[in-house]
């Protein structure tokens, strides 16, 4: 069973940064691909980015391409998401999880993957 923690979000202004961060214990990291997805007000949840086992891949949803960096470091178990030039739009609960794979790819669908975390919500004003 493994369990993800979010950290980092809160309350900021358009344009600002903020990294969100999700700890992982009670699996070997190295074993899943990891994702980010999020849940804005009254929508379904969707997914932000994802990164395979090894970090040499790495997927994005369109609008956060060229703003968001999904990395991971495999010693401290943990990925992050480094936001930049924030939009209002992109208010939301935030959510990590784990994809078990043996490939070194990571998956887009909310379908696939294995274990969530709680949630951090990120609150852009305009």
């Known amino acids: 069973q493994v369990q993800l923690v979010e950290s980092g979000g809160g309350l900021v202004q358009a344009a600002d940064s903020l990294r969100l961060s999700c700890a992982a214990s009670g699996g070997t990291f190295r074993q899943y691909a990891m994702g980010w997805f999020r849940r804005a007000p009254g929508k379904e949840r969707e997914f932000v980015a994802s990164i395979s086992r090894s970090g040499g891949t790495t997927y994005y949803e369109d609008s956060v391409k060229g703003r968001f960096t999904i990395s991971r470091d495999n010693a401290k178990n943990t990925v992050y998401l480094q936001m930049i030039s924030l939009k209002f739009e992109d208010t939301a609960v935030y959510y990590c999880?784990?994809?078990?794979?043996?490939?070194?790819?990571?998956?887009?669908?909310?379908?696939?993957?294995?274990?969530w975390g709680q949630g951090t919500q990120v609150t852009v004003s305009s």
């Open positions: 999880a784990a994809q078990f794979t043996i490939s070194d790819s990571a998956g887009v669908g909310n379908h696939q993957y294995d274990y």
